[in-house]
């Protein structure tokens, strides 16, 4: 892969971890509970499941399974109940105290998996990412180096954005001096993860 193609597919990893979606309303909402650094087991976890998505793609599978209607339905609506119950349980989420030292009331290990369980169950990063990698395939080179390189290129920017999107949320904690904004926040991120799970149902692959 040459530099000139390494930047175009590094500017589309920027734009593709800037679009707004059920990771970064994760992420989000996790900076303005916990902060940055608490924040930051999620992020991990994010990216486990983002690099196994790139990891499904790269083995051959991620064609597979965005080819076959079956397996694309099962994992579509296993993700739009796991994100609308997401949503139902920040909307149910009881205010904190502002000045409260105990912002991490769930364990890093959940923090985690529950992130990663975001990213495992979109199929449309499977289907997106089918579609990306052979834009910028060199086909007479070795294909094994060319998606190790987009794959760790892939990973590394979109930890960076989500950290962007925690510090960004995080700020707005400030703010969130009394039990009513607090209360009308988290009733807002629980409101996006259900939207998100809305756009995740009238998702159809193309043809």
């Not at 909307?91 to 990663?116: G, I, V």
């Amino acid at each position: 892969m040459t530099l000139t193609l390494w930047l175009t597919f590094l500017l589309a990893s920027v734009l593709i971890s800037v679009s707004p979606g059920a990771g970064a309303v994760n992420t989000m909402s996790n900076g303005l509970r916990y902060g940055v650094r608490r924040s930051l087991p999620a992020i991990m976890g994010l990216q486990l499941g983002y690099g196994a998505q790139i990891l499904l793609v790269g083995a051959g599978l991620g064609a597979l399974v965005a080819t076959s209607t079956i397996a694309l339905t099962v994992i579509k609506w296993i993700g739009v109940v796991y994100l609308v119950w997401l949503g139902i349980q920040k909307w149910r989420e009881p205010p904190m105290a502002a000045t409260s030292d105990d912002k991490a009331p769930l364990s890093h290990r959940k923090q985690f998996w529950n992130a990663a369980l975001v990213n495992l169950t979109n199929p449309k990063a499977t289907v997106f990412l089918v579609a990306l990698f052979p834009q910028f395939l060199v086909a007479d080179a070795p294909h094994g180096p060319q998606l190790l390189t987009m794959g760790t290129t892939l990973i590394l920017v979109d930890c960076m954005v989500m950290v962007g999107y925690a510090l960004l949320a995080s700020q707005l904690f400030r703010f969130m001096t009394t039990p009513r904004r607090q209360q009308q926040m988290n009733r807002v991120f629980g409101g996006l993860f259900v939207t998100a799970a809305m756009a995740l149902a009238s998702f159809k692959r193309t043809a």
